[in-house]
């Protein structure tokens, strides 16, 4: 039976590069080549006027080993196509620049470095944007009517795990001729495909879900033809390509990527419910929880439930940060979506850089600790808890 595009995530995941290697490699190898060479000049001109697509210069992205990761990555988020960037923020950057220069309309939280282009860095080159939290989405259509291109969102979010509709605020964004993009790096395609609920494009930080082993740095778009076309010439000229190495190496890590997260949600549901019950947490933060508010949400609109969650220390700040020191098999470390568990206190960490009203007026807890869980056995991390809370 040969690929093809209908079939699960997991034959995507391995078979989704729709590459055939004239040796019978099983996958694409690493081109590790700067700039391809040509037989004649005809043959360079077909490739710059645009005749003949095929390997060129590494830079643009013309290398088998991006080409063969683009549809692998696409094939993920059922997109038409997918850019691969050297970085999360690259991704987002060429996207802000090429679509959202009408304004852009940041709701609830978002990744650190999201937030400083939103508030202050894209503002400084022209560009409106306007940040809502999600108990202000009454003020949505309002702010559209004032004419942003763009909805941005992350659901669910770092470090609340709060959820939001994508079906209703895709709806809402495009009755405005605005576009709507989702940052689906908490949830991996595994769990949630915001293009299937009306989402234009999907933003990754390959660095965390996707690469999965805390070895790589990376990031994507997916979406049509029409929105990621003319993202290429910015991409092209911020240089932000990732070198073909990393390429492969993304391209290696996908290929487990649906058992890596169907294990990591497995283990994270058990820690959330055991840590319910724990006398010394307050609360837990899982969007799998039967009594967690995004939960009907969640089980509409996701596959799984995720491998963060986050839980509020009884005794706040100073409890929670003696937690997080007591902690020995769940590292210390503010990233995510890796084979090795990690702990990380906001508020010492990826929120440090906001006053304390503002992280009380987002719900961010002093006392909360969020984990990302990884691929060790269940009962050493709810151990690892149990003797770091007592
Ligand atoms: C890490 C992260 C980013 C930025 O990605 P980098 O690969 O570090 O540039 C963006 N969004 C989310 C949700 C992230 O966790």
């Known amino acids: 039976m040969t690929f093809t595009r209908a079939q699960g995530l997991a034959t995507r995941s391995i078979h989704g590069h729709g590459f055939k290697d004239a040796h019978g490699s099983p996958h694409m190898p690493i081109y590790d080549t700067s700039t391809f060479t040509f037989e004649t000049t005809q043959d360079v001109?077909?490739?710059?006027?645009?005749?003949?697509?095929?390997?060129?210069?590494?830079?643009?992205?013309?290398?088998?080993?991006?080409?063969?990761l683009e549809e692998t990555l696409a094939g993920l988020e059922g997109a038409e196509m997918a850019w691969v960037f050297c970085s999360g923020m690259a991704a987002e950057t060429a996207l802000f620049l090429t679509h959202g220069r009408q304004g852009i309309?940041?709701?609830?939280?978002?990744?650190?470095?999201?937030?400083?282009?939103l508030s202050s860095q894209l503002p400084e080159l022209g560009i409106p944007t306007r940040l809502i939290l999600g108990s202000e989405l009454d003020q949505l259509d309002e702010l559209l009517a004032e004419g942003a291109g763009m909805v941005f969102l992350e659901t669910p979010t770092n470090p609340t795990l709060e959820l939001f509709d994508i079906e209703a605020i895709a709806e809402r964004a495009h009755a405005h001729g605005a576009i709507l993009v989702v940052d689906n790096t908490f949830a991996s395609p595994v769990n949630q495909q915001p293009l299937a609920l009306g989402a234009d494009v999907v933003v990754h930080s390959a660095t965390k879900y996707l690469g999965g082993h805390s070895d790589l740095t990376a990031g994507t778009l997916m979406g049509s033809k029409e929105l990621l076309g003319p993202i290429w010439n910015w991409r092209k000229n911020l240089g932000s390509m990732p070198a073909p190495a990393t390429a492969s190496l993304l391209a290696r890590s996908l290929r487990t990527l649906v058992v890596?997260?169907?294990?990591?949600?497995a283990s994270a549901q058990t820690i959330a419910e055991s840590m319910e019950k724990h006398q010394s947490v307050r609360r837990v933060y899982y969007p799998g929880l039967a009594n967690f508010p995004g939960h009907e949400l969640a089980k509409r609109q996701m596959q799984g439930f995720g491998g963060m969650l986050s839980i509020d220390i009884e005794g706040g700040g100073e409890a929670a940060t003696r937690v997080a020191d007591r902690l020995k098999l769940f590292a210390l470390a503010p990233s995510l979506g890796g084979t090795e568990s990690l702990a990380t206190q906001p508020c010492t960490t990826t929120h440090?850089?906001?006053?304390?009203?503002?992280?009380?007026?987002?719900?961010?807890?002093?006392?909360?600790?969020?984990?990302?869980?990884?691929?060790?056995?269940?009962?050493?991390?709810?151990?690892?808890?149990?003797?770091?809370?007592?």
């Open 45 to 68: 001109l077909d490739a710059i006027e645009g005749r003949k697509l095929g390997s060129f210069y590494t830079r643009f992205g013309l290398n088998p080993s991006i080409f063969a």
């Open 105 to 117: 309309i940041g709701i609830g939280d978002a990744y650190g470095g999201t937030m400083e282009l």
């Open 260 to 265: 890596r997260v169907r294990q990591q949600n």
């Open 352 to 390: 440090h850089g906001l006053p304390h009203e503002e992280r009380v007026r987002r719900g961010i807890e002093d006392g909360l600790l969020r984990l990302s869980v990884g691929l060790e056995e269940t009962n050493d991390l709810i151990a690892d808890l149990e003797q770091a809370l007592a």
